[in-house]
C-alpha cells in the first residue's frame, strides 16, 4: 500500500519548509510590529524628546540672554581686565611676561605689531581654543578681547586649549552616560507602571482560549487593580455559564441517546419491501447521522472540559493506522509513508483512533475526484529532550480558501467552495481532531498544500 514515497516525502519536506520559513517571517514582522505598538517604548521617545526639546529651549534661552543682557553687564569688567593685563605685559609689549601670563592663566595671547609678532598658540582657529584669536565679532561684534597698546600694538586674548582638550570629553562623556542613565530608568519606571495592563492583556488571551484557572493578578490598589478585579470577575462568570452549557448539553445528548437507540432499532425491524426498501434505507441514514452527531457532541465535551482524563497506553501508531485504514471503506487505495522502528507512543488508543478516522475520512471525502489518492504519512519528532511523532493527512482535492482555513476547526463551521453540504458531515469532524490533538499535549496544523489540503497532528 506504498505509492511514490519519496515524492510524497519530497512534497512534505517542501511544505514544512515553506512552512518554517513563513512563520520566521511572521515571527520577525510581529516582533516589529510590537515594538511599533509598544506603548512602554512611545512613552520613554516622548519623555526623551520632551527633554530634548526642554533642554533645547533652555540652552537657546540662556545663550540669548547672556548675548543681549549679561553680556553687557559683563562687558566693563572684562574690558577693565584685559587694560589691566595689557598694562602688565608692557609698552612695547614684553613676551617673557606675556609667557607668564599665560602659564599663570588658562588664556592664550597674540602679539601683532610693527616691531613684536608673537603667538602663545601657533596653532590658531585650527587648533581648540583658537576660535577667539580670529574672531572680531565676538558678542555681538564689539572688539572685547583685542586691545591696543600705546605704541601701535594689537593685544589679542583667547582661552587655552587645555579647557577645550579635557573639559568636552568629561563633560561629553558625563552626559552621555547620564542621559542613558535617565532613559533606563524612564523605561524601568514605565515598564512598572504598565505592567498591570500587560497582565489584563495576557489574562485577556488566557480568558480567550477558554483558559480560566489563573485569574489576572491584582498588583496594586488603583484603577488599574479595579479594572483586573473586575475582568476577573468576568471570566468567572463566563466560565460557570460555560460549564452550565455543557453539563445542559451532556444531559441531553445522554437522554436522546436511549428514544434514539429504540427508533433505528424499530427502524431495522420493518419488514422489507421492495417498495419501502427506498424509504426504510433512508430513514436508517438519517438516524445514523443523528447518532454520530450525538456521539461526537458527547466526546467534543468531554475533551473540552479541563478535567479530560485521557486511558493512555503505548501503542503502535504505524500499526494502528495501517488497521484504520484497513477498516475503513473505499480506504484500500490510500498511500502509506509511515516511519518504521518507531517506539510505542503512550497515547488514548480509542480517541487516536477517532483522530486517524477523521481525518482520513475527511481526505476521501474531498478527494474522490482528485487524479491521486490521499496520503497518510508518520514520522519521528524531536520535542525538546523527548521524542514524539507527527501524522500527516495530505489530500489532492480542491482545498479551501485561505481565509477560512484558520476556522476549519471551530465546531459546526462547514465552507462555502468545494466542501459543502453535499458531502456530508456536520462541521465537528475537525474540531473533534484539534481537542484530541491538544489533549495530548500537542497541536493540529492545516495548511493549503496546493492541490489539496495538508493536517499535520504533532503528538507529545
Known amino acids: 500500500m506504498r505509492w511514490r514515497g519519496e515524492e510524497c516525502r519530497d512534497e512534505m519536506t517542501r511544505g514544512d519548509w515553506h512552512a518554517k520559513w513563513h512563520a520566521r517571517w511572521n515571527e520577525k514582522v510581529q516582533g516589529k510590529r510590537r515594538w511599533r ?3 512602554r517604548v512611545r512613552l520613554v521617545l516622548m519623555f526623551v524628546m520632551l527633554a530634548l526639546v526642554m533642554a533645547a529651549v533652555f540652552m537657546g534661552g540662556m545663550k540669548k540672554s547672556f548675548s543681549t543682557g549679561w553680556a553687557e553687564a559683563a562687558k566693563p569688567m572684562l574690558t577693565d581686565y584685559a587694560d589691566r593685563l595689557v598694562a602688565e605685559i608692557g ?27 608673537w603667538d602663545s598658540n601657533p596653532g590658531g582657529a585650527n587648533s581648540p581654543g583658537g576660535w577667539m584669536h580670529d574672531r572680531e565679532d565676538v558678542f555681538g561684534g564689539d572688539k572685547w578681547f583685542i586691545r591696543p597698546t600705546a605704541d601701535g600694538h594689537r593685544v589679542i586674548f583667547g ?25 533606563l530608568l524612564a523605561y524601568a519606571y514605565v515598564s512598572r507602571l504598565l505592567r498591570p495592563l500587560i497582565d489584563i492583556r495576557e489574562g485577556a488571551q488566557r480568558f480567550g482560549r477558554g483558559e480560566f484557572t489563573q485569574p489576572i493578578p491584582i498588583r496594586r490598589n488603583d484603577d488599574l487593580g479595579d479594572l483586573a478585579e473586575r475582568i476577573n470577575t468576568m471570566a468567572e462568570d463566563i466560565q460557570a455559564m460555560l460549564d452550565a452549557k455543557r453539563g445542559l448539553l451532556l444531559a441531553l ?36 447521522e443523528m ?24 501503542v503502535d501508531l504505524a500499526t494502528l493506522i495501517r488497521e484504520i485504514v484497513a477498516e475503513m471503506p473505499g480506504a484500500q487505495h490510500v498511500h502509506l509513508d509511515l516511519a518504521e522502528g518507531l517506539p510505542p507512543h503512550a497515547v488514548d488508543r480509542m480517541r487516536i483512533r477517532l483522530l486517524v478516522r477523521n481525518l482520513l475520512d475527511n481526505a476521501l471525502r474531498y478527494s474522490a475526484d482528485a487524479p491521486r489518492p490521499p496520503c497518510v504519512s508518520l514520522r519521528a519528532v524531536l520535542d525538546g529532550s523527548s521524542q514524539g511523532a507527527e501524522i500527516e493527512v495530505r489530500d489532492h482535492g480542491p482545498g479551501v480558501d485561505d481565509e477560512q482555513l484558520e476556522r476549519l476547526t471551530e465546531p459546526f463551521y462547514r465552507t462555502d467552495g468545494a466542501r459543502a453540504r453535499a458531502t456530508g458531515g456536520v462541521g465537528l469532524g475537525m474540531y473533534l481532531c484539534r481537542l484530541i490533538a491538544e489533549a495530548h499535549g500537542g497541536k493540529l496544523t492545516l495548511r ?7 493536517i499535520v497532528v504533532r503528538l507529545t
Open 37 to 39: 505598538r509598544s506603548l
Open 291 to 314: 447518532r454520530d452527531l450525538i456521539s461526537d457532541l458527547l466526546e467534543s465535551e468531554r475533551l473540552a472540559s479541563p478535567h479530560v482524563a485521557l486511558q493512555r497506553e503505548p
Open 253 to 288: 445528548s445522554h437522554e436522546l441517546r436511549s428514544p434514539l437507540t429504540r427508533a433505528r432499532l424499530n427502524a431495522e425491524l420493518l419488514p422489507t419491501t421492495p417498495e419501502g426498501q427506498a424509504e426504510r434505507d433512508a430513514l436508517l441514514r438519517d438516524l445514523n
Open 91 to 117: 609698552a612695547p609689549p614684553d613676551v617673557s611676561r606675556a609667557q607668564a601670563l599665560v602659564a599663570r592663566l588658562p588664556i592664550t595671547i597674540r602679539i601683532v605689531g610693527p616691531k613684536v609678532n
Open 159 to 183: 582661552w587655552s586649549p587645555k579647557l577645550w582638550q579635557l573639559a568636552p570629553r568629561v563633560i561629553g562623556w558625563a552626559t552621555l552616560g547620564l542621559l542613558l542613565s535617565c532613559v
Open 448 to 454: 493549503n498544500a496546493q492541490p489539496g489540503l495538508q
